[in-house]
């Protein structure tokens, strides 16, 4: 599986300004509806009405605008935990497809010709997701199977989504305050890797290769893909059940420890060793099963790093945990994509040792990577030092699975966990 960058597909300035005209009119309409349901709700108010609003407006949004706010609801240091909350509605419980849409996908993935591989499929989606549902089916050799059914029509709403954001990007950059943020390469390099979650079959090559390399854990579980009975648009693997919710309330201390030393010890040979990194391991995706195993569910937000990319990281990450503010400085210098003539790097240099100093040694209660990359991009911005947008992916998975940690157990040594993985990496 290639890094996926974004498509090159050109969308027609008509089909642009109608999406456009549709996200402005489905915001005001949500927006209307928020200030009529505070005016009906009296001076006390009811943040639940507010939040619900807010998540119906991002439904009627569809899958590009859902995805935000799937990250978002991980962020309980960032938002309220009731609007944390509604946000998680997101995570699986999107509305489903209709009948005729379900009956679409499965004519456009197992057309006239194509051997029907069930013997029974359940038109009840078991979880619908922003972008594809999952329905329970048998298939002849009497196995049960998930099969995951992308919503039909939602391509060309996703690709007019990031093209608009490239736009906005563009004019943003235009902006003085912003004229050093690389937000056009940004949306870029995400947009491309949200539009990638459209390719079911990439979804099933990178979820083979994620079994393969956490075959090796004991406690991390993913489903088999089942090739053979996938198609255009459904992807086809192993049903696992019984899996229990991946909540902290269903847990004593200990197992909250244990569950949360697992899934770090889980990402960071993603992003050490493998390169193979999930970028969206939300409650929606993980879940454990009655021996306390993880299992990942879904590998649509997956990326590959370039070597480079992940050594350099890797070191990175390994000096900011020892403290070495002067060395992460180096490597910061030398992954930049550019930096200008008559930069302040005696300065830039200081401010980075300083953000790591700040940070070095914290627990996860006490560390928040939300403040340290836009600190450590703000340093960025104001001298010029343009970062390798690949090194987004790495900061987003971390700030997704960040949230969970949180809840989970917030005296969990959340950069020295890393350090042995760390050392087999560099070591290699």
Known sequence: MEHFSAPSRRIAPAALAGRLAVITATTVRHTAGGLLDALRAG??????????????????????????????????????????????????????????????????????????????FERTATAA????????A??????????????????????????????????????????????????????????GQLDLEQEAGALAKLRAN???????????????????????????????????????REARRQVVRQVLQGVYRMLFIDGLVHC???????????????????????????????RLFAQFFMNMSLGRGAECADVVLRSAEHIPEGCDLAGFRAGIEELVAATTGRTAGQFRLAPFAARLFDLQRRSGVAAAPAFVFPLLSLLVLEGMINDFDVDVDFQGEAIPTLLTALNR
């Open 43 to 120: 001076p006390g108010g009811r943040p639940d009405a507010v939040s619900g609003r807010a998540v119906r407006l991002l439904n009627d949004l569809g899958p590009t605008f859902v995805k935000g706010g799937q990250l978002l609801s991980t962020r309980t240091d960032l938002l309220p935990p009731r609007v944390c909350g509604a946000l998680g509605r997101l995570h699986d419980r999107v509305a489903p497809m209709t009948a005729a849409e379900t009956s679409r996908a499965l004519a456009e993935a197992y057309p006239p010709g194509r051997d029907w591989p069930f013997t029974a």
């Open 129 to 136: 997701g922003s972008i594809a549902c999952v329905h329970r």
């Open 138 to 195: 048998r298939l002849a050799d009497g196995r049960t199977v998930a099969v995951k059914l992308r919503r039909p029509g939602i391509r060309r709403h996703m690709y007019a989504d990031v093209a608009l954001l490239r736009a906005g990007a563009r004019v943003m950059q235009r902006l003085p305050p912003l004229r050093r943020v690389p937000a056009r390469r940004m949306v870029e390099e995400v947009g491309g890797a949200v539009l």
């Open 214 to 252: 956490l075959s090796a854990l004991p406690g991390f579980r993913l489903p088999a893909p089942v090739p053979e009975a996938s198609g255009p648009g459904a992807l086809v693997m192993e049903f696992m059940e019984p899996l229990h919710r991946f909540e902290a309330s269903r847990m004593d």
């Open 280 to 310: 969206d391991m939300h409650p929606g995706n993980l879940y454990l099963d009655p021996d306390g195993a993880v299992v990942l569910l879904d590998a649509g937000f997956v990326i590959q790093l370039g070597p480079d990319v992940r």
